[in-house]
Each structure stands twice: as structure tokens, then as C-alpha cells.
């Protein structure tokens, strides 16, 4: 059972989320891979892959500790799950571990989970005590697999999404005052993107379609004035229709569908955007589906 006496924000990518202490902050970000820091300092890392029956602890600890990112390798060493860890993990296999090399030390749990066929290995970088063990305990509990879910959920730092599945992550790019997130499949490419602070970015008259036409390299000419979530918006959708979609010379190598969505979240500084392109539209209703559930949030989770 999970601790709720502890104040905790989600985290959604790759296909799984769990909840961490509003004071971690991601330092480290791969496509199958976190690292997150609080006060500077590394204090958790989860790592995960599929995996094929018949499933083998040992196998698969060596296998997945391997070289994280910055790090030397380290020789891990299977242990028994502290109490509260084993009761947070009630009904999923799992086995404890640890690892010194001094100065660092760290420890762990690698959960496996039969019917996402997948491996987790989490493990955490703090001293243990009866307040950090129930902080590891809450995290773990917490730990799910969303790679069946329709519309898994992406959710780090302030901004939270839910998209397609069939939509993969192809890129991301997380800088100061910056965010893009870009997904695909083999016909169609969604870019979510967010800028900050939006109180700046949209200065002056006409600021938030100026911002866009600047940002997003488009005619302000083509974009129209509307509303996204109940926010300012501006907004762009070009179809090249029919034989001219198809050839070179008339579409000029761009995709024959594309639609951009930029809104000003007012009450969070924020401003979000979604740029949609592909041989085809989305399915009727998707784009809208996707910026419904786009949002900005507190950097501790809240909405």
C-alpha cells in the first residue's frame, strides 16, 4: 500500500510513471533511463527494458546495472529487500541489491513485471534510515507499466501529456525556457513544445501570434486567433489536397497535412504548442484529444 503521507508528483515516460518528492528534478534523461538529483546530488536512477521468458534475476542484474550514463561499471550484489521495500512490491517479483564504491554507495530494487514483460531496476543513492526507506518504499509502490495503455502518460518537469501509443518518442530536448518533445509513426510527426516565461515571449501588440510567427518560422498571415483549453490561441492548418500533395514540385518537399496549436497559459507563465504534419490528418478528434490533455503544471504536480 502506497504511503500517501508523503507529498509526491508523477513522472510519465516511456511507457511507465511512478511518483517521486516534489524536491527531485530529473538530471539525466534517455529514451529507457532517469537520473534525478535534489539539491545537486543524484538520488534515484530507474532503468528499464523488455525482456524474454523464462526470467533470470542474476541474468538480468547484470544485464540491466551494466554502464548507466557517467558512471564506471559496478559489481552489484543481490540482497534481500528491506521490509518496507518487500511490502511496496507485494505481488510483483523482485529482488534486492547494493553497491559500494567509495565515496558512492547505492542500493535498490530490480522488479520485474510478467505481464509487460519488462525489467525495472531502481535504485537510490541515500543513506538508509527509517525516513529514506519510506520515501524508496512510497516510489516503488507507485511503479507502473503503461506500455498497453492507449494513451500512456509523458510527464516530467511542468508539463504533462497523455499521447497515442502508436506514437513513439523519436527526440526530446529539454533546455532553459524550452521544451520539445517529438513523436511519430510511419505516416505522421507530433512535436509538443513549451516556452517560458510566456509573460515575456508575448510582449507588445499582437505578442503571441508574433511569438509564433518568430518561433515556429511562419507567416503571421496564415495564422488565425482562437482558443485552446480556454486560453489565447493561434492557430494554422494547410492541407495540399488531392495529385499536388503527391508531387515534389507543388507540395515543396513539405508534408501535404500540417497543423499548429500555439496557447497561452496565462495562469501558469507558460506557453504551450502542439505541430502536426504527415501524409494524412490525425483521426478525426485526435489533435483535440492531445491538447485537451496537454498541460502545464506546478513543478511539484500540481495542475
Not at 507530433?190 to 516556452?195: D, G
Request: hydrophobic fraction near 40%.
Amino acid at each position: 500500500m502506497e504511503n500517501r503521507r508523503i507529498s509526491r508528483k508523477q513522472v510519465g515516460w516511456g511507457g511507465i510513471r511512478f511518483c517521486i518528492p516534489p524536491d527531485w528534478e530529473p538530471a539525466e534523461i534517455g529514451r529507457r533511463y532517469l537520473l534525478f538529483e535534489t539539491q545537486a546530488a543524484p538520488v534515484m536512477e530507474i532503468k528499464w527494458g523488455p525482456v524474454r521468458p523464462p526470467f533470470s534475476f542474476d541474468r538480468h542484474l547484470r544485464r540491466l546495472a551494466g554502464n548507466s550514463p557517467g558512471r564506471k561499471k559496478i559489481v552489484f550484489e543481490k540482497t534481500p529487500l528491506p521490509p518496507a521495500w518487500k511490502k511496496a512490491l507485494s505481488g510483483c517479483p523482485a529482488t534486492g541489491f547494493q553497491w559500494k564504491a567509495p565515496p558512492a554507495s547505492g542500493r535498490g530494487a530490480l522488479i520485474f513485471f510478467p505481464d509487460a514483460h519488462h525489467a525495472f531496476l531502481v535504485q537510490f543513492f541515500t543513506r538508509p534510515s527509517p525516513r529514506t526507506d519510506a520515501t524508496a518504499a512510497s516510489v516503488l509502490a507507485s511503479v507502473r507499466a503503461d506500455f498497453r495503455e492507449e494513451t500512456p502518460l509523458w510527464s516530467l518537469f511542468d508539463i504533462r501529456a497523455r499521447i497515442p501509443g502508436n506514437l513513439k518518442l523519436v527526440r526530446h530536448r529539454f533546455s532553459v525556457g524550452a521544451f520539445e518533445l517529438v513523436f511519430a509513426d510511419k505516416k505522421r510527426t507530433l512535436t509538443l513544445c513549451r516556452w517560458s516565461p510566456a509573460s515575456v515571449l508575448t510582449e507588445g501588440e499582437d505578442g503571441l501570434l508574433r511569438f509564433a510567427e518568430r518561433q515556429l518560422g511562419i507567416s503571421a498571415g496564415t495564422l488565425r486567433h482562437g482558443e485552446v483549453n480556454g486560453y489565447s490561441a493561434v492557430t494554422r492548418t494547410r492541407r495540399t489536397e488531392g495529385w499536388r500533395g503527391k508531387i515534389p514540385v507543388f507540395s515543396r518537399g513539405r508534408a501535404p497535412f500540417q497543423e499548429i496549436r500555439v496557447w497561452h497559459v496565462a495562469d501558469k507563465n507558460r506557453l504551450l504548442g502542439i505541430r502536426a504534419a504527415g501524409k494524412k490528418p490525425f483521426p478525426p478528434g485526435m489533435l483535440d484529444d492531445i491538447c485537451e490533455n496537454y498541460r502545464a503544471v506546478d513543478p511539484g504536480g500540481r495542475r
